[in-house]
T-cell receptor, first 112, second 116 residues
Framework: GDSVTQMEGPVTLSEEAFLTINCTYT??????LFWYVQYPGEGLQLLLK?????DKGSNKGFEATYRKETTSFHLEKGSVQVSDSAVYFC???????????FGKGTLLTVNP | NAGVTQTPKFRVLKTGQSMTLLCAQD?????MYWYRQDPGMGLRLIHY???????AKGEVPDGYNVSRLKKQNFLLGLESAAPSQTSVYFC???????????????FGDGTRLSIL
């Protein structure tokens, strides 16, 4: 079945540091890939997405590139801020299916 | 624009009690979902609905029932609560656009449920 594997956290960085959160997936066909962010006490919000190979999703300084050859969708940001502290979820949706498969989430804490 | 609204936000139950969680969306979305979030487990799909009057089982449906009598509402019921159902529950909704592409899911803020 479909699965998403994220790097285990927690991840603790200083402000302005470079961020990478690894995400790899297993799925048949050509899934769409997503990163969701969950701020403390809130629901999940879509951060970015990519729907086909080599697409780059970007939003709020975050980027992720859909790499089919390595089945990966790693999240990156060049300079994190304290306000980026949250839990980040990688997810996939396969084909015309509307259901999402989530990774376990990665807690990011950014210190001033 | 309210989006997806979940009620209640917090609830404590005793083992064996029943309750219903309500999810309401005002975006006219066709699809609705219930997830549970547990530490180290990510989000797991409990039940979902592809339209008014239809429901289907997700990954972890046991111990839960759902109903979608109106397009904008999706109810999650626990008939006899168990401590293993202590979790944070999230509702989400989505739609397909005019060309049939699935659009991303919108989430509510969650319901924190504790079963003693």
């Amino acid at each position: 079945g479909d699965s998403v594997t994220q790097m285990e956290g927690p991840v603790t960085l200083s402000e302005e540091a470079f961020l990478t959160i690894n995400c790899t997936y297993t799925a048949t066909g050509y899934p769409s890939l997503f990163w969701y962010v969950q701020y403390p006490g809130e629901g999940l919000q879509l951060l970015l997405k990519a729907t086909k190979a080599d697409d780059k999703g970007s939003n709020k300084g975050f980027e992720a590139t859909y790499r089919k050859e390595t089945t990966s969708f790693h999240l990156e940001k060049g300079s994190v801020q304290v306000s980026d502290s949250a839990v980040y979820f990688c997810a996939l949706r396969r084909g015309s299916n509307y259901k999402l498969t989530f990774g376990k989430g990665t807690l990011l804490t950014v210190n001033p | 624009n309210a989006g997806v609204t979940q009620t209640p936000k917090f609830r404590v139950l005793k083992t064996g009690q029943s309750m219903t969680l309500l999810c309401a969306q005002d975006m006219n979305h066709e699809y609705m979902y219930w997830y549970r979030q547990d530490p180290g487990m990510g989000l797991r799909l409990i039940h979902y609905s592809v339209g008014e009057g239809t429901t289907a089982k997700g990954e972890v449906p046991d111990g839960y029932n759902v109903s979608r009598l109106k397009k904008q509402n999706f109810l999650l019921g626990l008939e006899s609560a168990a401590p293993s159902q202590t979790s944070v529950y999230f509702c989400a909704s989505s739609y397909k656009d005019r060309v049939g592409s699935n659009q991303p899911q919108h989430f509510g803020d969650g319901t924190r449920l504790s079963i003693l």
